[in-house]
């Protein structure tokens, strides 16, 4: 498939079903682009729906089937998009970090495929505003899910989601007083089951 260039392209390409509930035009609003009339449109389509469909049908999917309603706060960005906001500090890390990330139309330095998504799960807000407790999410996730890093903001919980050919596992916050690492493939609380860090989550929010 080529880069949209006419409406009538773009309108075909954001009605590409990623999975059962989602679309790849749910992914490409970027506010980067949006106030500075910037295009966020794939080189390689088909790469970014490829990558896109197993963040979807892997993670995204099962997760609001669990939990309900996702919403996407970023996901996709072009090449151009993302370079753009690391140059004018838009918390946009340089593209070779973020290929295979949020960039999903090119692999990483391995040749890997992946891609991110920013999301929120509504379900989990009251329950964090309430206890501060994004843990309880991130193990959960950790627990049931094929993720391959987690990184957690402090509005609503938000957290980065990625896929990955190849998974690292890792789980980190922005969010005080637990900045940092949680896990990581080599630390003591990487491995096992950790129903213990969400059962109270569950148990309020079923």
Known sequence: MRQPRTVRALEEFGRTRLSQSFFMRDFLYSEIAAINGLPNLPDD???AIAAGERLCEELLEPLQSRFGRISVRSA???SGVNAFGNANKLNCAINEKNFAGHIWDRRDAGGHMGATACIIVNRFI???QRSGDWE???WW???KLPYSNMEFFPKFAAFNLQWHEVPTRSIHSFIPPRRGCLTKPGM???DGRHEDAYAAMLEEIG
């Open 76 to 78: 996709y960005r072009s």
């Open 45 to 47: 389509p088909d790469l």
């Open 141 to 143: 996730v950790h627990d």
């Open 136 to 138: 309880a999410l991130a």
């Open 188 to 190: 003591a609380n990487w």
């Open 126 to 128: 009251s329950y964090y």
